[in-house]
């Protein structure tokens, strides 16, 4: 089957580092984004990974290790203003087309 | 920039309306997408379309029709609404070639009563 595990909830400090782990299981894994969605509004892209490693990109970083089904999203220097959920989503390929699944999604409250 | 647009961000209708959702793009985007999203459960896919008159199912397309008569614009249509679609209704739109990334309307808080 389709899964995919986030935590719920989580907090952090102004200024501090957070990290929201996501693991997968899916039977046809062709890549994994990161969204983040302020309440009330649209999900926006963050990441994109689809080889082994460490993407960064200013504040935000992502990583994914396809062997262990697993990826994370690192914020840096973490403002008030990344208070948001954060949605992890598989692109699966599913009878010749590509699918998102996404994962609950982990709400994030950054406190001063 | 992308700009994906719904025609309603709240709506109210009784159980057994008919109701249409619009959801228009800009980027002469391909492939567009319906979602509902539900708190504990994330994002669900009930319909894609990946061309003009073209619709697939996702996964939880029960209750719900498409129309893509134009590429631009994509409507997820609820014959007999019920109060279990009380939802939050997403449109996105992605283009075919990579990357796929798909870009979101800002949602339609559907209530049923």
């Known amino acids: 089957g389709q899964n995919i595990d986030q935590p719920t909830e989580m907090t952090a400090t102004e200024g501090a580092i957070v990290q929201i782990n996501c693991t997968y299981q899916?039977?046809?894994?062709?890549?994994l984004f990161w969204y983040q969605q302020h309440a009330g509004e649209a999900p926006t892209f963050l990441s994109y990974n689809v080889l082994d490693g460490l993407e960064e990109k200013g504040r935000f970083s992502s990583f994914l290790s396809r062997s262990k089904g697993y990826s994370y999203l690192l914020l840096k220097e973490l403002q008030m203003k990344d208070s948001a959920s954060y949605l992890c989503?598989?692109?699966?390929?599913?009878?010749?087309?590509?699918?998102?699944?996404f994962g609950a999604g982990t709400r994030l409250a950054v406190h001063p | 920039d992308v700009k994906v647009t719904q025609s309603s961000r709240y709506l109210v209708k009784r159980t057994g309306e008919k109701v249409f959702l619009e959801c228009v793009q800009d980027?002469?985007?391909?492939?567009m997408f319906w979602y509902r999203q539900d708190p504990g459960l994330g994002l669900r896919l009930i319909y894609f379309?990946?061309?003009?008159?073209?619709?697939e199912k996702g996964d939880i397309p029960e209750g719900y029709s498409v129309s893509r008569e134009k590429k631009e614009r994509f409507s997820l249509i609820l014959e007999s609404a019920s109060t279990n679609q009380t939802s939050m209704y997403l449109c996105a739109s992605s283009r075919t070639r990579f990357p796929d990334t798909q870009y979101f309307g800002p949602g339609t808080r559907l209530t049923v009563l």
């Open positions: 980027m002469d985007h391909e492939n």
């Open positions: 989503a598989v692109r699966d390929q599913d009878g010749g087309y590509n699918k998102l699944i």
């Open positions: 379309s990946y061309d003009v008159k073209m619709k």
């Open positions: 899916t039977s046809g894994f062709n890549g």
